[in-house]
């Protein structure tokens, strides 16, 4: 099986970063993009002992920094995603440079780096990069409001209320001490919806759960447009 | 100065610092006794402490608004939280650090553990700095970092890389670390004021070294909201400068009195309780060490 000889554009990961962001750039829609699950390969052209390198690329939201407004600021919005989530980045490609973990897809990068509760140095970085990357797309401009359809009932069946489902939601985000996300997620083994905190960079899909909807609690998420009042920001 | 108040003074005729109930023997009660108990007049209450300087005056360094966020809401928090948790229990006749221990138990922290501690950082950070800090330390304390880091340039490395490297919310800690075990047969055959050294820690969330039975002796809050409204993401540039701003060495070093004074102590102690079982070895009955082998070997 020979792979492409690739051109050097590829090499910087699955799509070159965007330059400094302001509210003037276009994002694709959400469709095309689960860029970060794939990796490209580059082979040395001298012949010698190929070098399997892994990168993985920032993903954009799929909508413009200052869509969310006034919810979440664009200041956030570019600090958070610009800063934070690409910083994950950038780190995660310097890890795996030395430490080559090819061939796998985000999700199994990350199982392969929690290494069973031992994680590699690599961990927080590829969990944080995924945990980033659903975040932006478990949000959209209009959002809130009910959802719908097949969702809706297994909410309604699983926590008896959307409302019930709402206030276990706040109170586990409140409750978080120190850094996390709190999930909605499907459990796979009781085959049923669950609201579950995590700390730092875990994230569900580690015990096998499936995330429906991620919420950042880290303080870098709402410090600047809810300061200590997070409740409003999970609101 | 422990930050202890009697508002009801007259519900209880004696004060908080002579019923000082052990750390590491007290209940936990289970909730139906924390809400009987619930009913009686709350006596002892822990304070929010003011920065020992005006909230602006960390200016340009640390903003005022930064200041009044992080000291008046969640410094505050954390106060009210705790004196709500340990309300009509043993914790609330003790002093703080020796909350913050006894609520870490030994690893498995109970409920008041998070507020504990977290007022006790807190309170340690506002102390750690002042306006117009920054510069270097001297005297002993030098001396000492000289010694375990080799300058205080590398020391000064060692701690901006444990606050950058502190994932998620944490501290950063410059510590002083008494080479002691908490077990009661483990003795030092030769102590020395050597095995006494400086170290830089971190921790995540609100556990700080007095768990480990460090003496602390300077913070730095890496929580995120104690920077993200003057440095944003920029965390490195905060801890840069916290250390040439901000610090104020001459805690610093009035805390490393204290805690060689108090390690010093502990050592007297350790070696009279030695001496002392050493004399009870010796006047006890006879006691056979070694058996006589030739009276075994004898028939009758």
Redesign the interface.
């Known amino acids: 099986m020979g792979f492409p000889l690739l051109s050097p554009s590829y090499c910087c990961g699955s799509q070159p970063s965007p330059p400094i962001f302001h509210g003037l750039l276009r994002f694709k829609p959400v469709t095309s993009l689960r860029k970060p699950s794939s990796q490209k390969r580059q082979l040395c052209q001298s012949g010698r002992a190929s070098k399997i390198l892994a990168y993985y690329g920032l993903t954009t939201p799929p909508y413009e920094l200052d869509a969310l407004e006034p919810y979440m600021s664009q200041r956030t919005l570019e600090?958070h995603w610009g800063?934070?989530h690409r910083?994950y980045v950038d780190s995660l490609n310097k890890q795996l440079a030395k430490n080559p973990l090819y061939g796998h897809t985000m999700e199994e990068l990350i199982k392969v780096t929690y290494n069973n509760g031992n994680p590699l140095p690599e961990f927080?970085n590829a969990a944080q990069v995924w945990n980033h990357d659903f975040f932006w797309e478990s949000m959209q401009p209009g959002g809130g409001k009910l959802p719908q359809g097949g969702l809706l009932q297994q909410i309604e069946k699983d926590f008896d209320s959307f409302s019930n489902f709402r206030d276990k939601f706040v109170e586990s985000a409140m409750t978080l001490?120190?850094?996390?996300w709190v999930w909605l997620v499907l459990r796979t083994e009781e085959k049923r919806l669950s609201v579950v905190r995590t700390?730092?960079?875990m994230c569900p899909l580690i015990w096998g759960d499936i995330p429906i909807i991620g919420l950042d609690m880290?303080?870098?998420a709402y410090?600047?447009d809810y300061?200590?009042e997070n409740v409003r920001a999970i609101c | 100065m422990h930050g202890v108040s009697l508002p009801f003074s007259f519900a209880c005729g004696v004060r908080s610092s002579s019923i000082r109930a052990s750390p590491r023997s007290f209940l936990w009660p289970t909730p139906n006794e924390r809400r009987k108990v619930r009913c009686a007049l709350i006596t002892a209450q822990f304070e929010l402490k003011r920065p020992p300087y005006p909230l602006d005056s960390l200016e340009p360094h640390m903003s005022r608004k930064t200041v009044e966020h992080h000291w008046g809401r969640h410094h505050r928090s954390h106060v009210d939280g705790l004196n709500a948790q340990i309300a009509g229990t043993q914790l609330e006749e003790m002093e703080l650090e020796d909350v913050v221990i006894a609520s870490y138990n030994k690893g498995s922290p109970l409920p008041p553990f998070v507020h504990a501690a977290q007022v006790w950082n807190h309170d340690f950070f506002w102390q750690s700095m002042k306006p117009g800090g920054g510069g270097k330390p001297s005297g002993k304390l030098m001396e000492l970092i000289e010694r375990d880091f080799g300058s205080f340039e590398r020391m000064l490395k060692e701690f901006r890389e444990a606050a950058s490297a502190q994932f998620g919310s944490g501290w950063a800690w410059l510590a002083y670390k008494a080479n002691r075990l908490d077990v009661g047969n483990a003795v030092n055959p030769c102590p020395s004021e050597k095995d006494n050294k400086l170290v830089i820690a971190k921790t995540p969330n609100a556990v700080n070294p007095l768990v480990w039975d460090y003496s602390p002796l300077l913070a730095i809050d890496v929580w995120e909201h104690a920077y993200y409204l003057d440095y944003e993401n920029r965390r490195a540039d905060y801890v840069s400068i916290f250390i040439e701003k901000l610090v104020s060495w001459d805690i610093v070093s009035s805390r490393l009195d204290i805690a060689m004074a108090r390690a010093a102590e502990r050592a007297r102690e350790d070696e009279r309780r030695r001496q002392e079982d050493d004399v009870e070895i010796t006047n006890s009955e006879a006691v056979e060490m070694y058996v006589d082998s030739d009276n075994n070997s004898e028939s009758e």
């Open positions: 600090l800063k934070h910083d927080n001490f120190g850094s996390g700390s730092n960079a880290w303080e870098h410090y600047l300061k200590e």
